[in-house]
Structures are given as structure tokens and as C-alpha cells.
């Protein structure tokens, strides 16, 4: 990562999508031109979603970075950063905490549709992963309806290790996005899914550009509580936006500051850039 100029440390920036770049269906005409002047600027990001439709990073980062350059209304070069490098989904931290440990073991994927979840597992080297549809084809009687014999169930994806040929469960768990006595989960997943974010100088400041109160701003909230127990220098801000989850007047869970949309958003950190570099 190239010194932004910022003093002590460095700056980076977590965005959510939904609610920030895409209302309901409307994307943003904002979106494009805001990540060309935080790119301008140097300071990296990352996109975060507790979604993913089954698809890769680099499938959802391709359909993404269409939608925010269709919908600008002066797309121009330099095109932000928007790929697989940087596009973090609900799934994401598999691939890093456990697609090693799990590339030979047995794994049962349950979630639709089939062949995109087969290709993101295949994708994290999960090379003797079985879906829950063919499971339950092999074995008739694990479930009594003919829908779910024939098609599989529809379910939010988990992962189950087992022994032998798809045994009994030795452990259940939700996907970690990291050690939660260890590490930040929003600071690891800057420094390690975004490239500029390598390179020995660490980032210092940290911003989170959300809509939800209740997801966005309380993952700032418990980042700050970790880092304070730590004792460390590292900081993050919740910057809450206004076009999507918060309304006026709603509960703003100690965001640091409230504003527009996106466009706002990064003209706020780039002003608090600015005033630190000061």
C-alpha cells in the first residue's frame, strides 16, 4: 500500500452494497464517481454484502462493477478498483480460514441454485464437496418428500465436516470471518482481500459506509470495542447513509456521522483524510 499522504498510519474503506450503491432496483448515478475520487486519493476498499447469490467474487464483482458504470452518468477512466480482489460475500472468509483445512475432506453443500454453488466451492479448492441434492438422491430416505428427493432442499448455505462417506457431523459451524479473540474481521477483510492493502504499511483508520444501523454501524461499534481491549491505535467510523435501512429520526447506533448517500460519504472521509493530514 502507497503512503496516502495521511500522517501516522493508513486509511481504507469498507462499503456495503445494498443501500449504498443499489436502492431496490435503482443503482446509484453517484457510485462510480465517488470510488474515482477515493481512488484518486489513495485509500483502498473493499465491498462487503451478506449476500452473494451463489455466485463467485469474480461473477458478482463483474455484475457489480456493470451496474455502477451503467448507471454513472460520466463513467471515465481511471474505472475504480471493483473485482474479485476486493468484493468480500457472505461466504468470502471460507475460502481463507478454511478452504485449506477443508480442500480433501468430505464437505455437504446445501444451497441453490445447484451449479453455483458447486462452482464457488470448486473455486475455493473444496475438491471432494458433495451437494445436498445428490446426497439426497443417493439416499432416498433421508427425506420423505419427492420434491426434496428429486431437487434437494432450498436452505441458506452451510458446511458440514464429516467422517467417511458423508457420516455423521463432527462439526457445525457458521462461516468465521475470523478469529474473534485475534483479529478484527472488518480490518482483516481490508487487508486481505485488497491488494493495494499489502505491502508493510499498515492501515490505521478505518470507515464503514453502511445503511443498517443494526449491521453496518454495530460492526463499527464492536471493531472499536475489540481494538480498545487491545489496547492498539486502530479506529473505525460508521458513516450511515440515508438511501436505504435508516430513515430520518431512526436509531443511529453510535454512527459518527449521518449523511446523503455515497457521494456524501466519501466526500465526509476525504475531509477527515484532509484534517488529519494537517
Not at 163 to 172: D, E, W
Not at 196 to 201: D, E, L, P, Q, T
Not at 253 to 260: E, Y
Request: charged letters at 25%; one cysteine or more; proline letters at 4%.
Amino acid at each position: 500500500m502507497t503512503d496516502n499522504g495521511s500522517g501516522s498510519g493508513l486509511a481504507a474503506v469498507a462499503f456495503d452494497i445494498d443501500g449504498v450503491f443499489k436502492y431496490g432496483r435503482e443503482w446509484s448515478p453517484d457510485g462510480y464517481s465517488a470510488l474515482q475520487r477515493l481512488a484518486a486519493a489513495n485509500i483502498p476498499h473493499v465491498f462487503v454484502t451478506n449476500g452473494g447469490g451463489g455466485l463467485t467474487e469474480k461473477s458478482y464483482a463483474s455484475g457489480f462493477a456493470a451496474k455502477v458504470t451503467g448507471a454513472a452518468s460520466n463513467a471515465s477512466d481511471p474505472a475504480p478498483l471493483m473485482s474479485d480482489e476486493n468484493m468480500i460475500l457472505s461466504y468470502s472468509p471460507w475460502k481463507r480460514a478454511l478452504g485449506a483445512e477443508l480442500a480433501n475432506r468430505r464437505v455437504l453443500l446445501v444451497g441453490d441454485p445447484y451449479d453455483k454453488v458447486t462452482q464457488v466451492a470448486e473455486s475455493y479448492g473444496l475438491r471432494r464437496a458433495v451437494h445436498y441434492q445428490d446426497y439426497a438422491r443417493r439416499h432416498s430416505t433421508l427425506n420423505p418428500f419427492r420434491q426434496a428427493k428429486e431437487d434437494g432442499g432450498s436452505h441458506t448455505a452451510v458446511d458440514n465436516k464429516t467422517t467417511g462417506a458423508m457420516g455423521s457431523a463432527q462439526r457445525s459451524q457458521q462461516p468465521p470471518a475470523a478469529d474473534a479473540d485475534d483479529t478484527d474481521p472488518f480490518a482483516a477483510a481490508i487487508s486481505e482481500y485488497d491488494p493495494s492493502a499489502a505491502g508493510g504499511a499498515r492501515a490505521e483508520r478505518f470507515y464503514m459506509v453502511g445503511d443498517n444501523p443494526a449491521s453496518d454501524i454495530e460492526g463499527v461499534r464492536r471493531a472499536n470495542i475489540f481494538h480498545k481491549a487491545k489496547g492498539n491505535d486502530t479506529a473505525w467510523k460508521g458513516v450511515l447513509v440515508k438511501t436505504g435501512v435508516y430513515k430520518d429520526g431512526d436509531e443511529t447506533n453510535g454512527a459518527t456521522t449521518v449523511v446523503a448517500g455515497v457521494a456524501e460519504a466519501v466526500d465526509w472521509i476525504l475531509a477527515c483524510e484532509r484534517e488529519h493530514a494537517k
